[in-house]
């Protein structure tokens, strides 16, 4: 049965979400629709207003909303270390642990070369030029303990290892082939505590 256009568009746009199929985007438009049209008008403002008022920290590229984000800016900070993450849902998980006070670099995403996704997909020219400025002493690698993720670490610590810095990789309590954002905080301080020196 097709829908009106306007409600197959809200089926369509809703299954741009991650693990949003063609049933449950149905589902919440409908649910939307009939029982909280209120909600979603507010969910469209409020995703209107993220699109366009949410961008980078020119720094360590996690989402924000300034120029510089509130790790960034807090001089109280150990700004010699920077933690490198994939995801921007990583430094939220790092951040719930308690257990880091460096700074980050965010890579949103990891070396694929199948996918496109190379060096520059994954800002290691801006990390490199970061680390060149001279106040970093200690780079943590903690990117997935994926295939990828491990690929990526390995890549980083070539361009980083030249630049004579400490290399240390968080040590992996952390599930092989897991993702960081849904690992336990206890897991992801002892982790960031039990972090080695690659050699």
Do not use: W
Request: aromatic fraction near 6%.
């Amino acid at each position: 049965m097709a829908f009106s256009p306007l409600i197959d568009q809200l089926v369509e746009a809703l299954r741009c979400l991650p693990g949003v199929g063609p049933k449950s985007a149905q589902r919440m438009a409908f649910y939307l629709l009939e029982r909280n049209r209120e909600g979603g008008i507010k969910l469209a403002e409020n995703l209107e207003k993220a699109m366009e008022g949410v961008g980078r920290c020119e720094s360590c590229r996690t989402l924000t909303e300034q120029a510089y984000c509130s790790i960034c800016s807090d001089l109280k900070r150990d700004h010699s270390i920077v933690c490198i993450v994939e995801t921007p849902t990583d430094v939220l998980a790092f951040e719930q642990s308690g257990s880091y006070r460096g700074l980050y670099f965010v890579l949103m995403g990891h070396l694929s070369p199948i996918d496109g996704i190379g060096p520059a997909e994954i800002g290691v020219t801006d990390l490199v030029m970061r680390l060149q400025e001279g106040t970093v002493e200690e780079v943590i690698l903690a990117t997935n303990p994926t295939v990828e993720g491990e690929a990526t670490a390995y890549y980083i610590s070539e361009q980083v290892r030249a630049l004579g810095l400490t290399i240390s990789k968080i040590a992996h309590g952390v599930p092989l082939g897991g993702e960081l954002e849904y690992v336990d905080v206890g897991t992801l301080a002892h982790a960031i505590s039990g972090r080695q020196i690659v050699t």
